[in-house]
């Protein structure tokens, strides 16, 4: 099991980074994410979740219309994918789309019809370093999901079977560099310790105090905000913000959505019984920044009152040896 965004995130900072300085090695990052769209109404509705476990192929044609498999890499907890490349490659003419569900992990019953194939873009090219992304691909259940609304009735749309993944509109391309093959990652971390059984729920102050370092099990202080929310938080945060600077923000409603939403997140890794999953959390987070600030100032107060423990459950903090 891969152990996530983060660290493979984090890596791929840390290749950029380092190849950028040497100089010696150009390469590509390519991320994005996956969603389940539980409604089948063919965008990431408040019901939708990052989807876990899921196949994600990138496939490029040539000038002769040729379509090639490019690569095929699978999300991870946080419905994430990245890819890195040797070279700076033309991308633009590349699509990803959900290939498959890889079979006994993660939420499965939501693969049964893949969405459409999006396009890479480019998001920035500096020296020899390319970074691409993706829009959220969606990947649905063969039937709307029971709670979805009435209105949520699947749409007409045309829908591309689960595999081969097919392009939607193979556009004319330059023909691409052959490509070197990748070198593994390095290995990721393992998974951190379950999370506590019993119910515990800890405001933010608790977990910035000193003596409980031992609780950030999952993230540390030092992350980004940007590498573990994402790329629709690291456009409102920025790319420097760390977890830490993150827990301090007061005043305006989107720092106080950070803090109280990097706190929820602490308190869904410490405890199973609290009443959000991470992936929830960052779902919830992710939902929010899209939308208004009145969604945004909501969500917060929300995390905020798990938080607290809703006036039932305390923070089981003792200090850490
Ligand atoms: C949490 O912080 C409050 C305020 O500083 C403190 O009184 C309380 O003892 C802390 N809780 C735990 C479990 O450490």
Known sequence: MDWPLINLLFTAFLLLASAAIHGAQAVSMLTGTVFCDQCKDGQISLFDYPLYGVKVAVTCSDSNGQVTLLREETTNWFGNYAMKFDGTPDLSGCYAQVSSGSGGQGSNDCVAVAGPAKSLRLVFRIFDMEMY????????????????????????????????????????????????????????????????????????????????????????????????????????????????????????PYRTLLREGTTALLNSYNSIQFPYHPLGVIHHMNWALLGSTRLVLHTAIRFMRANSGSGKVSCKFTPCK
Do not use: H
Not at 145 to 168: D, K, L
Not at 180 to 191: A, S
């Open 133 to 252: 992304t993706v829009d959220p691909l969606l990947s649905e259940p063969a039937q709307p999901m029971s709670m979805c609304p009435r209105s949520y009735a699947p749409v007409s749309a045309p829908v591309i079977p689960v595999t081969p993944p097919v392009p939607v509109e193979p556009p004319p391309v330059a023909r691409l560099p052959p490509l070197p093959p990748m070198p593994r990652l390095p290995p990721l971390p393992p998974l951190p310790p379950m999370p506590s059984l019993e119910a515990s729920a800890c405001p933010y102050w608790n977990w910035t105090m000193p003596g409980y370092e031992c609780y950030w099990k999952a993230v540390t202080p030092d992350m980004k905000v940007a590498v573990v929310f994402g790329l629709i938080a690291a456009r409102r945060y920025g790319t420097d913000m760390t977890l830490r600077q993150g827990m301090e923000g007061r005043g305006d």
